[in-house]
């Protein structure tokens, strides 16, 4: 099929390539022309592992290309996917639309031929409703469908995600549409992904749902492994205890700092907002989001009790800045408030991350990038295991020891206690 991808960020780009790679013809669309042109070259402008090698497989067979004609590429294709970005509105909890309803506009001055035109970005119930109406007053009806197809990508995992989904999810009134999907994702329904056709407005909920339950089994998490830290009781067996369970599942039960990335902080935002407008309130996930600001500060005044309260001139290393592992993703990261806030109370702050640099620090009083960790880690007063990064995981403290005793905060809980208590370092993780 030809396929147009309107946006080359997160979901545009993982998408488009992976459904080259199913053998589909795809232009991936983005207004930078800067953008396109280095992914014309090669040059992928997101940190995506395995995402390069497909990008330059799939353009050599020239079944990817990029462009930054709209017009042109919608003309040429068959089914539109929007995929441009949904951010939450600046100083409110509702999700910015602009970028959504431009794409509609421009779509609806380029319809040459019958079209399905795709929500992928993360859209509020109704929106695929309010996209059909810019359409409509252009173009008629029996012309184009307007079908909800959200993606369930995670960041370091996309392709995988993609290439094995639990399932995909299809939101269309209409008989030839679903069918069309079905056709377009029959190799990896193949393979066992279940295909699940629902109303164009549930399967817009489903992405919203899906993310607000996964952001609050993590603050539930969070909140036991508090418990614990009270108790004595090591969360992991709590973790283990509960995930048994079919009925919970052991996936998404890591106790550690606050979530963050694009897409949690900014969902379960976009979905109590939604719910407001609907004169509902989603007091559950409320309290997830009020829970998980508060998170930060509560790590934070662990940091000043394992410090003795003596935080002034402290040397605390940070290993990891990014809001997960494998990814250069800094969005909503809890690095970004819990360094300027040690910052302010007269910390010197180093950090490490395997992406490099980063920007958001740049302006932070000392702060600095430190390349050589292991070095960082013997000069430190305070190492803190923000990300859980592989390049971590191996570290022999022993060897780091030097006159004065090792502390680490593991916010992971990437390490074995007794073996770092073995080693001569004073530890602490997140609910144990
Ligand atoms: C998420 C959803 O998983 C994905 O399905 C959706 O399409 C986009 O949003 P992503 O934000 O990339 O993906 O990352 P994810 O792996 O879900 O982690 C989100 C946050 O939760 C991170 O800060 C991560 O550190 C945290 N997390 C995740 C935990 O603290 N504990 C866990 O057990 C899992």
Same mark, same amino acid.
């Given at each position: 099929?030809?396929?147009?991808?309107?946006?080359?960020?997160? !979901?545009?780009?993982?998408?488009?390539? $992976? =459904? @080259?790679?199913?053998?589909?013809?795809?232009? $991936?669309?983005?207004?930078?022309?800067?953008?396109?042109?280095?992914?014309?070259?090669?040059?992928?402008?997101? +940190?995506?592992?395995?995402?390069?090698?497909?990008?330059?497989?799939?353009?050599?067979?020239?079944?990817?290309?990029?462009?930054?004609?709209?017009?042109? @590429?919608?003309?040429? %294709?068959?089914?539109?996917?929007?995929?441009?970005?949904?951010?939450?509105?600046?100083?409110?909890?509702?999700?910015?639309?602009?970028?959504?309803?431009?794409?509609?506009?421009?779509?609806?001055? @380029?319809?040459?031929?019958?079209?399905?035109?795709?929500?992928?970005?993360?859209?509020?119930?109704?929106?695929?409703?309010?996209?059909?109406?810019?359409?409509?007053?252009?173009?008629?009806?029996?012309?184009?469908?307007?079908?909800?197809?959200?993606? =369930?990508?995670?960041?370091?995992?996309?392709?995988?995600?993609?290439? &094995?989904?639990?399932?995909?999810?299809?939101?269309?009134?209409?008989?030839?549409?679903?069918? *069309?999907?079905?056709?377009?994702?029959?190799?990896?329904? %193949?393979?066992?992904? %279940?295909? !699940?056709?629902?109303?164009?407005?549930?399967?817009?909920?489903?992405?919203?749902?899906?993310?607000?339950?996964?952001? /609050?089994?993590?603050?539930?998490?969070?909140?036991?492994?508090?418990? $614990?830290?009270?108790?004595?009781?090591? !969360?992991?067996?709590?973790?283990?205890?509960? #995930?048994?369970?079919?009925? *919970?599942?052991?996936?998404?039960?890591?106790?550690?700092?606050? +979530?963050?990335?694009?897409?949690?902080?900014?969902?379960?935002?976009?979905?109590?907002? /939604?719910?407001?407008?609907?004169?509902?309130?989603?007091?559950?996930?409320?309290?997830?989001?009020?829970?998980?600001?508060?998170?930060?500060?509560?790590?934070?005044?662990?940091?000043?009790?394992?410090?003795?309260?003596?935080?002034?001139?402290?040397?605390?290393?940070?290993?990891?800045?990014? =809001?997960?592992?494998?990814?250069?993703?800094?969005?909503?990261?809890?690095?970004?408030?819990?360094?300027?806030?040690?910052?302010?109370?007269?910390?010197?702050?180093?950090?490490?991350?395997?992406? #490099?640099?980063?920007?958001?620090?740049?302006?932070?009083?000392?702060?600095?990038?430190?390349?050589?960790?292991?070095?960082?880690?013997?000069?430190?007063?305070? /190492?803190?295991?923000?990300?859980?990064?592989?390049?971590?995981? %191996? *570290?022999?403290?022993?060897?780091?020891?030097?006159?004065?005793?090792?502390?680490? &905060?593991?916010?992971?809980? *990437? &390490?074995?206690?007794?073996?770092?208590?073995?080693?001569?370092?004073? +530890?602490?993780?997140? #609910?144990?």
């Amino acid at each position: 099929m030809k396929l147009c991808m309107i946006g080359t960020g997160y !979901v545009g780009l993982v998408s488009g390539v $992976c =459904f @080259s790679d199913l053998g589909n013809d795809v232009i $991936c669309v983005d207004k930078d022309l800067k953008k396109i042109e280095d992914l014309k070259k090669g040059i992928i402008p997101i +940190y995506e592992p395995g995402l390069e090698e497909l990008v330059i497989k799939n353009y050599k067979n020239k079944r990817l290309t990029f462009s930054n004609n709209l017009k042109e @590429s919608i003309k040429k %294709s068959d089914v539109i996917f929007i995929c441009v970005g949904t951010p939450t509105k600046k100083g409110g909890s509702s999700a910015d639309l602009t970028q959504i309803y431009n794409a509609a506009k421009e779509i609806a001055s @380029s319809i040459n031929k019958f079209k399905i035109i795709i929500t992928k970005s993360t859209v509020p119930v109704t929106t695929g409703d309010e996209i059909e109406k810019i359409i409509s007053k252009k173009v008629s009806k029996n012309k184009f469908s307007v079908v909800s197809n959200p993606e =369930f990508l995670r960041e370091g995992e996309a392709i995988r995600d993609f290439t &094995y989904p639990d399932r995909i999810v299809v939101g269309t009134h209409e008989k030839k549409s679903n069918q *069309i999907m079905k056709n377009l994702y029959s190799p990896l329904i %193949s393979k066992g992904a %279940s295909y !699940v056709h629902t109303s164009r407005r549930a399967a817009e909920l489903i992405k919203y749902a899906a993310n607000a339950f996964l952001a /609050t089994k993590i603050t539930f998490i969070n909140e036991i492994a508090n418990l $614990c830290e009270q108790t004595g009781i090591n !969360v992991e067996d709590v973790s283990i205890g509960i #995930g048994l369970d079919k009925r *919970i599942g052991g996936r998404f039960l890591r106790a550690g700092p606050a +979530y963050g990335g694009s897409c949690f902080p900014k969902d379960t935002k976009a979905i109590t907002s /939604t719910a407001d407008k609907f004169k509902t309130n989603l007091s559950v996930i409320k309290s997830v989001i009020k829970s998980n600001e508060k998170r930060s500060i509560l790590l934070l005044n662990r940091v000043n009790k394992i410090l003795q309260k003596k935080i002034k001139n402290k040397k605390i290393l940070f290993l990891g800045v990014t =809001f997960k592992a494998n990814t250069d993703d800094m969005r909503d990261s809890s690095s970004l408030s819990m360094i300027p806030a040690l910052s302010k109370k007269g910390a010197l702050i180093s950090y490490y991350d395997p992406t #490099g640099e980063k920007k958001e620090f740049k302006k932070v009083k000392n702060v600095k990038f430190e390349k050589d960790f292991k070095s960082a880690i013997r000069e430190s007063d305070l /190492t803190i295991v923000h990300t859980e990064w592989n390049d971590f995981k %191996s *570290i022999n403290f022993k060897l780091l020891l030097n006159r004065k005793k090792l502390t680490v &905060y593991d916010m992971r809980n *990437i &390490y074995s206690p007794n073996k770092m208590r073995k080693q001569g370092v004073r +530890y602490f993780g997140i #609910g144990r």
